[in-house]
């Protein structure tokens, strides 16, 4: 099973917080579920460059709260909080547009927590071995310098898989390589997943990423 569940999922509601907190009992359900999706789109799009990780929502009866969990802070906030104030324009435009026109009026509050080790985010590491895939390194180098921070960076183990046109394969086949201990099976284990396209020459490759960080 283990091999088969998303790890975040598989720990969700026992281990890992959701990334959308609120409850509506009506109509307003699937509408505030569409502007989660946009809104998460939107961001993680916007501060690529930020490097993002995750974009949490929590709707209050009279506010929204957007957190940001980001490895470089200071190109969310910008001088004197100005690209703070820039992303909630576009927060409020980005909505007003999917409630066709009407005026906002919840407050938007943003936070922005820093991560203190880009190397043990998974979804951080899987960008950039895309990164050097699309610049065409050879996939066991992309993944051996990978694993070699990661490992370095205080985890436990760590597993990286390509499924595609591996190397510009005629056929596609799969790769896999770990470093150390991935129990995906124990649930008290804490184990930070990501899993990415990356768009080569010769065709799409898929990039999975599996982390076993120090128990909390």
């Given at each position: 099973?283990?091999?088969?569940?998303?790890?975040?999922?598989?720990?969700?509601?026992?281990f890992?917080?959701?990334?959308?907190?609120?409850?509506?009992?009506?109509?307003?359900?699937?509408?505030?579920?569409?502007e989660?999706?946009k809104?998460?789109?939107?961001?993680?799009?916007?501060?690529?460059?930020?490097?993002i990780?995750?974009?949490?929502i929590?709707?209050?009866?009279?506010?929204?709260?957007?957190?940001?969990?980001?490895?470089?802070?200071?190109?969310?906030?910008?001088?004197?909080g100005?690209?703070?104030?820039?992303?909630?324009?576009?927060?409020?435009?980005?909505?007003?547009?999917?409630?066709?026109?009407?005026?906002?009026?919840?407050?938007?509050?943003?936070?922005?927590?820093?991560?203190?080790?880009?190397?043990?985010?998974?979804?951080?590491?899987?960008?950039?071995?895309?990164?050097?895939?699309?610049?065409?390194?050879?996939?066991?180098?992309?993944?051996?310098?990978?694993?070699?921070?990661?490992?370095?960076s205080?985890?436990?183990?760590?597993?990286?898989?390509?499924?595609?046109?591996?190397n510009?394969?005629?056929?596609?086949?799969?790769?896999?390589?770990?470093?150390g201990?991935?129990?995906?099976?124990?649930?008290?284990?804490?184990?930070?997943?990501?899993?990415?396209?990356?768009?080569?020459?010769?065709?799409?490759?898929?990039?999975?990423v599996?982390?076993?960080?120090?128990?909390?």
């Open positions: 099973m283990g091999q088969k569940v998303n790890p975040i999922g598989f720990r969700t509601g026992r890992i917080s959701w990334k959308s907190r609120w409850f509506d009992e009506g109509t307003d359900y699937k509408n505030f579920l569409v989660d999706v809104l998460r789109e939107m961001l993680m799009e916007k501060l690529k460059l930020a490097g990780e995750t974009v949490e929590e709707r209050l009866p009279k506010a929204i709260v957007i957190t940001l969990y980001v490895a470089r802070p200071g190109v969310v906030i910008g001088r004197g100005s690209g703070i104030e820039e992303i909630k324009k576009q927060v409020v435009a980005l909505m007003r547009t999917l409630r066709g026109g009407k005026a906002v009026q919840t407050k938007i509050d943003l936070h922005v927590n820093e991560i203190k080790n880009p190397d043990l985010s998974a979804y951080l590491v899987a960008g950039r071995v895309i990164s050097d895939l699309e610049r065409r390194m050879p996939s066991r180098r992309v993944a051996t310098k990978a694993m070699e921070k990661v490992m370095q205080g985890a436990k183990g760590v597993k990286i898989v390509f499924a595609g046109r591996v510009g394969a005629d056929i596609g086949r799969t790769e896999a390589y770990h470093v201990s991935v129990p995906t099976q124990t649930l008290r284990k804490e184990i930070d997943y990501a899993e990415m396209p990356a768009l080569l020459k010769r065709g799409y490759v898929g990039v999975k599996w982390i076993y960080k120090e128990e909390k």
